[in-house]
């Protein structure tokens, strides 16, 4: 029999749905006898709600994706209207305003692919956030270089780009075209992760930038996240694991992260006419 349109859209057939159904009467039985939940071909037994498989982590990725967006947007309206643009070129007095339209760019690509994949789980939309998200720490790396480095002539930050744009770009093939490798994704992007913190934190203690409370919170708040993310426990009623409070986590370090990035191009802005007077 033909499955409806969006039954199969969602890939909720027949063998997953009894995957589904046999993975629940386990759980109670488990439970029944006092035991853990285990995890089934590597994920935690999620109680569905409609069609979405980890309706918890699903909806706060898109909270996440809606917090990217308004950090994004009143970044472009802080240094487009309020602050003063460039007399002959009407180009921003911060030099790094390009680059962080890019990261606003693949946060939300990255917060969008995940709230795919938690809402359903196949190897599209599982390929889609692996490379998304690992997509989206890569360039936070060279974007974190070229900030605490103050890299700012063009032809510097190709020649510090290119080498990690190469490797990033080499990894995601082999992670869509080779194979999906966790072990492998998890000690890049964990290796990606932890140069960042340490570079943002000498950075911060080195510079004493005004904003550098914001910056150390959400250093702090990243790190335990990650860690937190490695303890894993199981979904508490069904719904809430490790991993969704991981998500419930960034929702304020994103927005206070945009705030220190607000405040870095103000910051720099102010400097930068003050200069020239
Ligand atoms: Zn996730």
Not at 100 to 111: E, K, P, Q, R, T
Not at 163 to 190: Q, R, W
Not at 233 to 247: S, V
Not at 248 to 269: C, G, R
Request: glycine share 6%; hydrophobic share 45%.
């Amino acid at each position: 029999m033909q499955e409806p349109l969006y039954i199969s859209w969602k890939e909720w057939n027949c063998r997953s749905d009894c995957r589904y159904y046999c993975m629940i009467r386990r759980e109670q039985e488990l439970r029944k006898l006092g035991l853990r939940p285990v995890k089934y071909h590597g994920k935690w037994p999620f109680i569905r709600i409609s069609a979405f498989q980890e309706p918890v982590s699903a909806a706060l990725s898109a909270m996440n994706l809606f917090v990217q967006f308004n950090g994004w947007l009143t970044f472009f309206f802080l240094l487009y209207y309020k602050l003063p643009l460039r007399p002959q070129t009407s180009r921003t007095y911060y030099e790094y305003t390009g680059l962080w339209h890019i990261y606003g760019f693949l946060s939300m690509n990255a917060w969008f692919w995940s709230a795919i994949f938690h809402s359903r789980d196949f190897e599209l939309s599982e390929k889609l956030h692996c490379s998304s998200t690992v997509a989206l720490i890569g360039y936070s790396l060279i974007l974190t270089i070229l900030r605490t480095f103050s890299v700012k002539n063009g032809a510097s930050r190709v020649m510090v780009s290119a080498p990690l744009l190469a490797f990033l770009t080499t990894h995601i093939l082999y992670l869509n075209f080779c194979e999906l490798d966790y072990g492998l994704n998890m000690k890049v992007s964990v290796a990606m992760g932890v140069a960042q913190i340490l570079l943002w934190g000498a950075w911060a203690f080195v510079t004493h930038h005004p904003s550098s409370f914001k910056l150390c919170t959400v250093l702090i708040g990243g790190s335990l996240g990650m860690l937190l993310d490695y303890y894993d426990f199981p979904p508490y009623k069904g719904y809430f694991d490790a991993h969704a409070l991981w998500h419930a986590i960034t929702i304020p370090l994103t927005f206070l992260w945009w705030s220190f990035i607000k405040d870095d191009a103000e910051f720099q802005t102010t400097t930068i006419t003050k200069k020239m007077m």
